[in-house]
């Protein structure tokens, strides 16, 4: 009989460079460290707006801003020690859908209360909250400590 391997088990974490999401890396990477998951760390980025369609170069460009972003949050919440593999993803599009639709087959999906956006003084940010109402696994919304 065929041995079929048993599914890669990971958690997402939205990271979008504030004290809020590198916070929410550390509990991702500690939690996977407790349960020998991987961290998908996600970050998304979004075209600005403009007339007509900018050129595929500035489509590229803007990816690798957002990539360059995510390795800093990532070098700078997790310096150089990585107890557990930390994936990378760079994706097109809006924050909270991104991570929604990523969340399909994760066991869990990490978020800091808030963002970069917003309102100083909220305790839940748009994206944190329709990830608590959309997302098909658990969800942890880690406040940052300076909060």
């Not at 800093?72 to 990585?82: F, K, M, N, P």
């Not at 909220?122 to 400590?145: F, I, K, T």
């Amino acid at each position: 009989m065929d041995r079929v391997a048993p599914p890669t088990h990971w958690i997402i974490v939205g990271v979008d460079g504030s004290p809020s999401s590198e916070q929410a890396l550390r509990w991702a990477v500690a939690q996977a460290g407790l349960t020998g998951h991987t961290v998908d760390a996600v970050i998304r980025w979004l075209l600005p707006p403009m007339y007509g369609r900018a050129p595929m170069s500035v489509d590229r460009e803007l990816g690798h801003v957002a990539e360059k972003v995510l390795d800093q949050a990532i070098a700078h919440a997790l310096g150089d020690v990585r107890p557990v593999e930390v994936r990378r993803t760079a994706v097109l599009g809006n924050a909270a859908e991104v991570l929604v639709e990523h969340s399909q087959g994760a066991e869990l999906l990490v978020v800091g209360s808030r963002g970069h956006g917003g309102f100083a003084g909220a305790l839940l940010g748009s994206v944190s909250h329709y990830c608590a109402q959309h997302a098909s696994c658990p969800v942890v919304v880690v406040r940052d400590n300076a909060e």
